[in-house]
């Protein structure tokens, strides 16, 4: 079994920066063997896939986060960034990671940002934007 736990949401004024951080631990966890995202849900709205990492360390954004938000990976301790700058109102939302384990056949530069893949979530950490 793997376990997500986020940390690093808070409070910003628009134009700011935040660092989210996901610490995965449980005995089958393997950096290599995984594919991790970063989503977020706003009140009223859909669950969106913002930043996904590969196994390798490919990466793929999100239109509306592009350029402004970046993911990252230290396999070191485990843990998955998401680091946040340029921040505006309409990022507010709860963020969540997930992972999901590689099956045998998916390519180490494969992810995704489609929540349907994913079975192994966070408990989410709050992000709000004042202007």
């Known amino acids: 079994q793997v376990y997500l736990a986020e940390s690093g949401g808070g409070s910003v004024q628009a134009g700011g920066s935040l660092r989210l951080a996901c610490r995965a631990s449980?005995?089958?966890?393997?950096?290599?063997?995984?594919?991790m995202a970063w989503f977020r849900q706003a009140p009223g709205k859909e669950r969106e896939g913002i930043a996904c990492?590969?196994?390798?360390?490919?990466?793929s954004y999100a239109d509306s986060v592009q350029g402004r938000f970046t993911i990252h990976q230290d396999n070191a301790d485990d843990t998955l960034y998401l680091q946040l700058d340029s921040l505006k109102p309409e990022d507010t939302a709860m963020y969540y990671c997930?992972?999901?384990?590689?099956?045998?056949?998916?390519?180490?530069?494969?992810?995704?940002?489609?929540?349907?893949?994913?079975?192994?979530w966070g408990q989410g950490t709050q992000v709000t934007v004042s202007s």
């Open positions: 990492i590969a196994a390798d360390g490919t990466t």
């Open positions: 997930a992972a999901q384990r590689r099956s045998p056949v998916t390519s180490v530069w494969f992810c995704s940002r489609a929540s349907s893949r994913f079975t192994t």
């Open positions: 449980g005995l089958t966890y393997r950096h290599r063997e995984y594919y």
